[in-house]
């Protein structure tokens, strides 16, 4: 399991531009004009890490398969997209199918490159996109409020279960809040999600900055910071041309290009580690001489939904899981040093697996 992050802002921010960098592709055309992304370009990239290199060297792995993340690059926004302006409708579309937003932020000031409503403000720009798509759900929810009223009468659970949470997120809307700042019970986490709102989905403002000021960023970066403090959501800073150029680069110039701009690592990095802390995301291995292997799982998961997450059969066929952590796996040398010294543990159905297990499951087939 990866995640689907849509990348959204208004046109010319460097959405595109970002995203054939972090996709390693030319499969969107970064221009400058509005709307030069049509349709919702999909590309997949290998999640970064260095622990699964790691085990996989102890373990002589033959190969290594690191975990995937999709990135979908949305169409640009303009204001009245909710009543279908610009791509607004398309927008609105492709966004209700990824995970969480990624909102490209214009940081950068370039005469050369036109803004849509010819200022560079930041807030602003991620104001009006919230604002349409806090117009679109209330458009939606009356909508589907209308049409549970005959299910209501019958008395049907389900549906006074979503109008209840229709409600809510409607009051919050109505108050000038998106819908992802309702406090939902866990019971009805499941019900919510299939809700599909547009303003409950995740955040995380991606601030693009000229390349001089990729490592510190701007007086407009520190305003969204500022912003996505008081709202609860993430922010990055990254140069999306710096991304651009290194993703032409081979790993080792890709480091001294780095390290010549005063950065620690990719801006890639940056997203996805903000992306998986998000979404409550973590990562365990299975590791054997085959191959060394990552997936992704949410936190808090139990072993033989982690185990699902491999193959349906793991998971209905559950016996137990070998684990070890990851910091006793490398300091034990692999899984005979680790069972040696007893730090291999078989862990049963209420186990909640941790970051960085490495583990083997027992099934019935």
């Not at 403002?205 to 510190?216: G, K, Q, S």
Request: hydrophobic share 45%; charged share 25%.
């Amino acid at each position: 399991m990866g995640f689907r992050m849509g990348i959204v802002g208004m046109p010319n921010v460097g959405k595109s531009t970002l995203f054939n960098a972090l996709t390693r592709t030319a499969a969107a055309q970064a221009a400058n004009f509005p709307f030069c992304t049509i349709e919702p370009n999909v590309g997949e990239v290998a999640v970064p890490d260095a622990r699964l290199d790691t085990l996989a060297k102890i373990a002589g792995s033959k190969q290594i398969i690191p975990t995937r993340l999709t990135f979908v690059d949305i169409a640009g926004l303009v204001k009245g997209a909710s009543k279908g302006e610009g791509l607004g409708n398309q927008f609105l579309a492709n966004i209700r199918e990824v995970d969480a937003i990624a909102h490209v932020l214009r940081c950068f000031v370039d005469d050369d490159v036109t803004h849509v409503e010819g200022r560079v403000d930041p807030v602003a720009d991620a104001e009006t996109i919230e604002t349409e798509l806090m117009l679109a759900d209330m458009d939606s929810i009356e909508r589907r409020l209308a049409n549970l009223a005959r299910k209501l009468k019958g008395n049907d659970k389900d549906a006074h279960t979503q109008d209840r949470l229709l409600r809510a997120a409607l009051a919050a809307l109505e108050g000038g809040q998106p819908a992802r700042t309702v406090a939902v019970d866990d019971e009805d986490r499941k019900a919510w999600d299939m809700l599909q709102l547009l303003t409950a989905k995740p955040v995380l403002f991606v601030c693009n900055v000229e390349e001089e000021n990729a490592a510190r960023g701007t007086a407009l970066s520190d305003r969204v910071a500022e912003m996505a403090a008081a709202q609860g959501a993430g922010c990055v800073v990254i140069s999306a041309r710096i991304e651009e150029e290194i993703s032409q680069l081979d790993p080792e110039e890709a480091q001294m290009f780095l390290d010549e701009m005063g950065l620690q690592e990719a801006g890639l990095d940056r997203l996805i580690r903000a992306g998986y802390q998000l979404l409550g995301l973590q990562t365990y291995f299975t590791v054997g001489p085959k191959e060394a292997r990552a997936w992704t799982i949410t936190k808090g998961t139990l072993a033989p939904q982690a185990a699902g997450v491999i193959h349906g059969d793991f998971e209905r066929g559950f016996i137990r899981a070998e684990t070890i952590a990851y910091d006793d796996y490398v300091a034990l040398n692999g899984e005979p040093g680790a069972r040696e010294a007893g730090r291999l543990r078989v862990e049963g159905k209420t186990y909640a697996v941790q970051d960085g297990d490495v583990l083997h499951f027992l099934f019935n087939a």
